[in-house]
């Protein structure tokens, strides 16, 4: 018996995409830093928030590349000439990135003592009906 994968199973025509969204997504960064969180705002609105200490506007970027959400965080080092008896604040690097679905748009983003609050908004999509003329097969292959 031959196992299907998800994109593969034939009631889901069109899906094929998911499956490598699932893929992309495993593959965005796991190690936990920086911490977020997603909350629900409204009927269709999301607000993703990141702990971002010690970063300023200008040590984050976010991008959006393909439906995916990327935040990326670089610190300047001012640590030069400086003398610490402990450094137990994160002064690294960071890249997350979150797979948005199809109509999710990001609202804005703001940074508020340390969090980065990045605000996101579904279109409510208009139902579309359509109907489908049944043809004679001539009909169907364009010649009629």
Known sequence: ?????????????GFDQLERLAERTAKSGTDGYPPFNIE?????????????AGFSDDDLSI?????QLVIRGRQSDSAEGR??????????????AFVLAEGVEVARASLENGLLHIDLER??????????????????????
């Open 40 to 52: 629900q705002s409204g009927d269709n609105a999301f607000r993703i928030t990141l702990a971002v």
């Open 83 to 96: 003398v610490f008896l402990h450094r137990g604040i994160a002064a690294r690097q960071f890249q997350r």
């Open 1 to 13: 018996m031959t196992k299907l994968s998800f994109g593969a199973h034939p009631f889901l025509l």
């Open 63 to 67: 991008t959006l590349e393909d439906r």
């Open 123 to 144: 279109a409510e999509p208009e139902p579309v009906v359509q109907t489908i003329r049944i043809g004679t097969p001539d009909t169907a292959k364009g010649r009629g």
